[in-house]
């Protein structure tokens, strides 16, 4: 019950939530009257800012709760395998490169192929050393992701000749939704409306892996190919949250963790649940982002790790005690 309240409750307080904080009656007074022009504010900035954030925080709980099924491990995050660092390595060179296409088209083309390749990357590198195993794919994306960091700080170095564009490879770095319009929200909702389908077919799956990988070929789950797929359809999901949202911290693992914790370990049912509990929470930190420190904007990056980073030491303090 707690993860299908928190969408409704983090879309309410985004609405109320930023520079201008409105109280609920007021809130939903604007929305009724959209004639009012401080209505149309609300219905063309904020409303679709907060629907992007849900749809992000969505994207990296299922990216999170799949690579967690994935390693069979509760402090798995969806960045494990280099996908952030593609993506970094992307987005700086749409913005300090001059490109023949605009930089609201480039920077999240760019994002997505490079979050795309790193982790193909990973996957060829895990298959060189040892098929598809779960430590040659994690020791391959610590390998990938340390490389892929070096070659943005490069790129950083020698690229930028302006502090402007330092600033913004940082600030995207940092994670932050931006306001879509209601055509690119409509493409990002059918797009996480996708990405839920393709985990749930993961599910039974992710079930049997949980079990050991010689458990899960006894009944019949080939590991090997099934791991590969997994982790692409992962990488997948992840990427377009990074599109859309930057490098967002710290969501795809508290999402998980909280759905499995209401709901059980069982994916069909944790899947859906992570993605409400997601997108909910990433709508409340992005409320809290707008309506900190106004009329300036803290990165969400900052206010999900402020949130996620005890989180995790309460996490590993309770798995060190089950251990």
Same mark, same amino acid.
């Given at each position: 019950?707690?993860?299908?309240?928190?969408?409704?409750?983090?879309?309410?307080?985004?609405?109320?939530?930023?520079?201008?904080?409105?109280?609920?009656?007021?809130?939903?007074?604007?929305?009724?009257?959209?004639?009012?022009?401080?209505?149309?504010?609300?219905?063309?900035?904020?409303?679709?800012?907060?629907?992007?954030?849900?749809?992000?925080?969505?994207?990296?709980?299922?990216?999170?709760?799949?690579?967690?099924?994935?390693?069979?491990?509760?402090?798995?995050?969806?960045?494990?395998?280099?996908?952030?660092?593609?993506?970094?390595?992307?987005?700086?060179?749409?913005?300090?490169?001059?490109?023949?296409?605009?930089?609201?088209?480039?920077?999240?083309?760019?994002?997505?192929?490079?979050?795309?390749?790193?982790?193909?990357?990973?996957?060829? /590198? +895990? #298959?060189?050393?040892? =098929?598809?195993?779960? *430590?040659? %794919? &994690?020791?391959?994306?610590? !390998?990938?992701? $340390?490389? @892929?960091?070096?070659?943005?700080?490069?790129?950083?170095?020698?690229?930028?000749?302006?502090?402007?564009?330092?600033?913004?490879?940082?600030?995207?770095?940092?994670?932050?939704?931006?306001?879509?319009?209601?055509?690119?929200?409509?493409?990002?909702?059918?797009?996480?409306?996708?990405?839920?389908?393709?985990?749930?077919?993961?599910?039974?799956?992710?079930?049997?892996?949980?079990?050991?990988?010689?458990?899960?070929?006894?009944?019949?789950?080939?590991?090997?190919?099934?791991?590969?797929?997994?982790?692409?359809?992962?990488?997948?999901?992840?990427?377009?949250?990074?599109?859309?949202?930057?490098?967002?911290?710290?969501?795809?693992?508290?999402?998980?963790? /909280? +759905? #499995?914790?209401?709901? =059980?370990?069982?994916? *069909?049912? %944790? &899947?859906?649940?992570?993605? !409400?509990?997601? $997108?909910? @929470?990433?709508?409340?930190?992005?409320?809290?982002?707008?309506?900190?420190?106004?009329?300036?904007?803290?990165?969400?990056?900052?206010?999900?790790?402020?949130?996620?980073?005890?989180?995790?030491?309460?996490?590993?303090?309770?798995?060190?005690?089950?251990?």
């Amino acid at each position: 019950m707690i993860a299908w309240l928190l969408p409704p409750l983090g879309l309410l307080a985004g609405l109320m939530l930023g520079a201008v904080t409105l109280t609920p009656a007021e809130a939903l007074a604007l929305l009724a009257d959209p004639a009012q022009p401080v209505a149309q504010l609300l219905l063309q900035w904020r409303l679709p800012r907060v629907l992007a954030a849900g749809c992000v925080g969505a994207l990296l709980a299922l990216g999170g709760a799949v690579f967690q099924g994935v390693f069979r491990n509760p402090l798995a995050e969806p960045y494990l395998l280099g996908s952030a660092g593609g993506a970094a390595v992307g987005a700086t060179v749409a913005l300090l490169v001059a490109l023949p296409l605009p930089q609201s088209m480039a920077l999240p083309l760019f994002a997505f192929c490079g979050a795309w390749a790193a982790t193909w990357l990973v996957l060829a /590198l +895990a #298959r060189l050393a040892d =098929g598809t195993s779960v *430590a040659a %794919l &994690l020791l391959a994306g610590v !390998a990938v992701a $340390a490389l @892929l960091g070096a070659v943005r700080s490069f790129l950083m170095l020698a690229l930028s000749d302006e502090t402007v564009s330092l600033q913004a490879v940082l600030a995207w770095s940092l994670g932050g939704v931006q306001t879509p319009s209601w055509p690119e929200l409509g493409l990002l909702a059918a797009l996480t409306a996708a990405a839920l389908l393709l985990c749930r077919g993961l599910a039974r799956g992710l079930d049997l892996l949980g079990l050991g990988e010689a458990m899960a070929e006894s009944y019949g789950l080939a590991v090997r190919r099934f791991v590969g797929l997994a982790v692409l359809a992962g990488a997948f999901v992840v990427a377009i949250s990074v599109v859309w949202g930057g490098l967002v911290g710290f969501v795809g693992l508290m999402a998980p963790h /909280l +759905a #499995r914790w209401t709901s =059980g370990p069982l994916h *069909a049912r %944790l &899947l859906p649940r992570a993605a !409400a509990i997601g $997108a909910g @929470l990433a709508m409340l930190c992005d409320g809290a982002a707008r309506a900190l420190l106004p009329p300036a904007e803290i990165p969400l990056g900052l206010v999900t790790a402020a949130i996620g980073a005890p989180f995790f030491l309460l996490v590993l303090a309770r798995e060190a005690r089950r251990g």
